[in-house]
């Protein structure tokens, strides 16, 4: 199976990883803005490669955060800006936060409480 991989897609697998270990790292310690910023740079790689990033993500237990925060800044790589969203959901239905990407489908139940564009953008 390994040998079916094109090396581009193992290059943005190994970059999915290493940027998700760096968000969480840094989430602890440093605000949204910041860890944007220090986010590892996505290497020059074709859109296609992009298969890597999404099969590490899918088989990781990273938090919404993380994984927005990486899909966005690949995607801005690839010349796709998506507003990262943070939402929340009403206390009285028992409080729930969640980020992910504007382009993504999420329940109308959360709520936009933040909105953060990709860097460099404007």
């Not at 290493?18 to 910041?34: G, Q, S």
């Not at 859109?47 to 990781?60: E, T, W, Y």
């Not at 990407?101 to 933040?114: Q, T």
């Amino acid at each position: 199976m390994l040998r079916s991989l094109h090396p581009a897609t193992l290059r943005a697998a190994w970059w999915t990883v290493r940027a998700v270990r760096h968000a969480e790292r840094a989430l602890e310690h440093a605000p949204l803005d910041a860890v944007m910023a220090t986010l590892p740079p996505v290497p020059a790689l074709p859109d296609r490669a992009g298969r890597g990033v999404n099969a590490v993500l899918r088989r990781r237990d990273d938090t919404c955060l993380e994984r927005a925060l990486v899909l966005q800044a690949w995607e801005a790589a690839h010349g796709r800006s998506h507003d990262l969203v943070i939402g929340v959901t009403s206390p009285r239905d028992g409080f729930k936060a969640h980020a992910w990407l504007e382009n993504e489908r999420v329940s109308p139940e959360f709520a936009e409480l933040m909105r953060r564009a990709p860097l460099g953008s404007s």
